[in-house]
């Protein structure tokens, strides 16, 4: 079964600071990965996916991920942070036969803080 | 483009009554919509995917006969939950998706709670 590990429940990093939003995936052939983000209340936003190509995939608001498959692993990852980036923050693997559908891991709360 | 939304954003009911959400894609063609529910700090659970046209298929474990899932249109697709109790209060999510492509978009949800 395909699946996705977010191992920290929460990041707290200070704004302009790099952040990084850990994600391990468990596929068996090639992983289609995605990122959303929640704000309160909200439905998902979509960031970034990786289906194939450069292991660096650049998403939405300044936001990038770096598959590694030797690690299973899609890291999220920003430069430097904004306060208005604290949401939290789902990545997700595509189950490609029957549907297409998304397998969430269990989230992680980013708190950026001045 | 590629937005989803949902109506209502929020309802109460009491129990025993049946509830209809409604999930639209406004400025593309839906060919398969999903449903999910989530508990408060918890993750995205998909309770089914509903194909334009077909009946939708449900994930082991949630109940056909209550959360009925109709798929009439490209544009719409509808959630009735029948006969809520309280334990059916959650927060309810569509997402939308183009046929043969893998990013779905979600809508922003709608609260229910059952007295």
């Known amino acids: 079964a395909q699946s996705v590990a977010q191992p920290e429940d929460q990041v707290n990093v200070a704004e302009g600071n790099p952040l990084t939003v850990k994600c391990t995936y468990s596929v068996s052939g090639n992983p289609y990965l995605f990122w959303y983000v929640q704000y309160p209340n909200r439905g998902l936003q979509f960031l970034l996916k990786?289906?194939?190509?450069?292991?660096l995939v650049k998403g939405s608001y300044g936001f990038e991920a770096e598959f590694n498959k030797s690690q299973t692993s899609f890291h999220l990852k920003k430069p430097s942070a904004l306060v208005s980036d604290s949401a939290l923050y789902f990545c997700?693997?595509?189950?490609?036969?029957?549907?297409?559908?998304?397998?969430f891991g269990t989230g992680t709360q980013l708190k950026v803080e001045l | 483009g590629a937005v989803v939304s949902q109506h209502p954003s929020w309802v109460i009911c009491k129990s025993g009554t049946s509830v209809k959400i409604e999930c639209r894609s406004l400025d593309f063609q839906a060919t398969t919509m999903f449903w999910y529910r989530q508990f408060p700090k918890q993750s995205l659970m998909l309770m089914a995917t509903?194909?334009?046209?077909?009946?939708?298929?449900?994930e082991q474990g949630v109940e056909k006969d209550k959360f009925l899932i109709n798929h009439a249109s490209l544009t719409l697709s509808t959630l009735t939950v029948t006969s809520a109790h309280p334990e059916d209060s959650s927060f309810y999510i569509c997402s939308a998706s183009l046929r043969g492509r893998e990013t779905q978009y979600f809508g922003p949800g709608t609260r229910l709670l059952v007295l």
């Open positions: 509903s194909n334009e046209g077909s009946k939708a298929t449900y």
């Open positions: 997700a693997v595509l189950t490609t036969g029957g549907g297409n559908k998304l397998t």
């Open positions: 990786y289906i194939t190509g450069d292991n």
